[in-house]
């Protein structure tokens, strides 16, 4: 059983920063590919970023500066920094985590940008 908790959403005005975390219920080394993802109300999820296990990391081009993607391997979670928040920003954002060709989802947490 592969669990993906959540934490760190909440609300902030544009320009202001967040850090969301997963935790895994094992070693994050396990799986190929860990990455974030996003939906917001009517919209399709996207891919935020991601960063795989020789630590490459990738970013939407829409993030591109203001998030970064990291990893604790000891505390078997990543995290993701965000900066300058913006309105368009607002989404449930998803950790995922993949082993082969088996995906692992979280339950998601809720971030909001308002002006």
């Known amino acids: 059983q592969v669990d993906l908790v959540e934490s760190g959403g909440g609300s902030v005005q544009p320009g202001g920063s967040l850090t969301l975390s997963c935790a895994a219920n094992?070693?994050?080394?396990?799986?190929?590919?860990m990455a974030w993802s996003r939906q917001a109300p009517g919209k399709q999820r996207e891919l935020v970023a991601s960063?795989?296990?020789?630590?490459?990391?990738t970013y939407a081009d829409s993030v591109k500066g203001r998030f970064t993607i990291s990893r604790d391997g000891a505390a078997n979670t990543i995290y993701l920094r965000m900066d300058s928040l913006r309105p368009e920003d607002t989404a449930t954002y998803y950790c995922?985590?993949?082993?082969?060709?088996?995906?692992?989802w979280g339950q998601g947490t809720q971030v909001t940008v308002f002006s």
């Open positions: 094992g070693n994050i080394f396990e799986f190929n590919n």
């Open positions: 995922s985590g993949q082993i082969l060709s088996r995906f692992y």
């Open positions: 960063i795989n296990v020789g630590g490459k990391l």
